[in-house]
Each structure stands twice: as structure tokens, then as C-alpha cells.
């Protein structure tokens, strides 16, 4: 009886994770469409004619559908890996090269949101990889984008790239909220997100860090989280 409830529990639990899922997924596909629209019709009826004014309205459909990009991205790769369809090409790569890519084409939108991105690179070259390099950058991509969401105020983001005891690390830092230790056991979870009332405003799909761990197990590592509330 006891196992039979608790089962009955965790069902009804992740089927309530799923619903807010939906429903945050709803509400992310919904914010950024409807912006597009309104921007790209301002500039098709040449509501807007200065050359300032159609350049900033470019940019923010281009960073809208940028946000759009990712979001369907995470998601037909949850589908992926829920289904075990996710398959990962592996190749030798300057990890680096990778990085630097990422933060460039990941980090335009940041930028644009007065975020400063600071890189550390390693003291010495590193040897190349085995690795997916389109997973490392979405997996990279993810990391920035929650660490952006849990920034409060702070507005810097330091992306550190380093060897340490023989093993590759890509750390990924904020100075924002951040997190306490029971929930720590959980941010890697599927649809899990943070319940404190300090992030109540903040949305999300809840499948980012899922990902980047999937990501990083199929490369034989491992993502973790060091952080405490403050």
C-alpha cells in the first residue's frame, strides 16, 4: 500500500510538472511571437522611418527569434532524448574554438540586455576533444541563458575555461540569487523549476539543465552546481 501511494504521488507530482510545463511552454512561444509581430508590422505599414529606429526594431526581431531558436531547440531535444532517439556526432574539436563560437552567437542577446560576458581562457592551448560540438554549444547556450535569468541585479557573467586534474572544465558563473542547497538536489530534474518567491517572475520551460546534463553525460562528464542563497 505504502510503495502504491507513492507511486500514485509521484505520478500525480509529474503530471502537475508537465501541465506548468505546457503552460510556461505556451507563454514562451506566445511573449516573443507576439513582439515580432508587432515590430515587423510597425515597419511593413513604414510606421517607422528612421534609419535608428528600423535598425532597433531589427534587432529585437532578430533576438526574438533567436530566443524562439533555442526554445524549440530544447524542446525537440527533450523529445529526443524522452523517446531515445537523441543520437550525438562525435568528432575531434578545439573545445576553445567552441566556446568562443558559442558566446558569440549566444551571447548577442545578452549583450543587447546590458549583460557583460567576461571569458577566461586557459593558460595553455588545450588538446582537442571528442565531442558533439553542436551539443557543447547548446549545452553552453542553456547555462548562459539561466544564469541571465537568475542575475537579479547583477549584470556580469564570467565563462572560465580550464584543465584541472587531467579532466576539461567549462564553468559557467553569475552573481545573482542564487540557490539553496535543498534545491540543488533538483535543478537538473526535467520541468523541475526553482519555488522560491525571488523567481516567481521568472519563466522558463524547466528542461535547460536537463539537457546540459544529458549533454554532458553522453560526453562522459558531468555537470554540477556550487552555490548558495545570496
Known amino acids: 500500500l505504502t510503495l502504491t501511494l507513492r507511486t500514485a504521488s509521484r505520478e500525480l507530482k509529474l503530471s502537475m510538472m508537465k501541465n506548468d510545463f505546457v503552460s510556461n511552454v505556451s507563454h514562451e512561444l506566445r511573449t516573443p511571437l507576439a513582439s515580432i509581430r508587432v515590430f515587423g ?4 505599414r513604414g510606421r517607422v522611418t528612421e534609419q535608428n529606429k528600423i535598425r532597433e526594431y531589427g534587432e529585437y526581431i532578430e533576438n526574438e527569434s533567436r530566443r524562439l531558436t533555442q526554445l524549440i531547440n530544447n524542446i525537440l531535444d527533450f523529445s529526443h532524448i524522452e523517446s531515445g532517439r537523441r543520437v ?34 586557459p593558460d595553455e592551448p588545450l588538446p ?18 539561466n544564469a541571465a535569468k537568475y542575475s537579479g541585479d547583477g549584470r556580469t557573467i564570467t565563462v ?12 559557467v558563473e553569475d552573481h545573482g540569487i542564487g540557490i539553496s542547497r535543498d534545491e540543488q538536489k533538483h535543478i537538473f530534474d526535467r520541468f523541475h523549476r526553482v519555488s ?3 523567481v516567481h517572475d521568472v519563466k522558463g520551460t524547466g528542461l535547460g539543465l536537463s539537457i546540459v546534463q544529458h549533454i554532458a553525460q553522453a560526453h562522459g562528464g558531468r555537470v554540477t552546481v556550487a552555490s548558495e542563497l545570496g
Do not use: K
Open 196 to 198: 522560491t518567491g525571488l
Open 160 to 171: 572560465r575555461l580550464e584543465r584541472i586534474d587531467g579532466e576539461v572544465v567549462v564553468a
Open 128 to 145: 582537442n576533444l571528442i565531442m558533439d560540438s553542436a551539443a557543447i554549444d547548446r549545452a553552453l547556450c542553456n547555462l548562459l541563458d
Open 88 to 121: 550525438y556526432t562525435f568528432a575531434q574539436a578545439d573545445l576553445e574554438e567552441v566556446v568562443t563560437s558559442s558566446l558569440t552567437t549566444c551571447g548577442v542577446r545578452l549583450r543587447n540586455r546590458g549583460f557583460t560576458i567576461d571569458f577566461e581562457s
Open 41 to 44: 508590422e510597425f515597419m511593413r
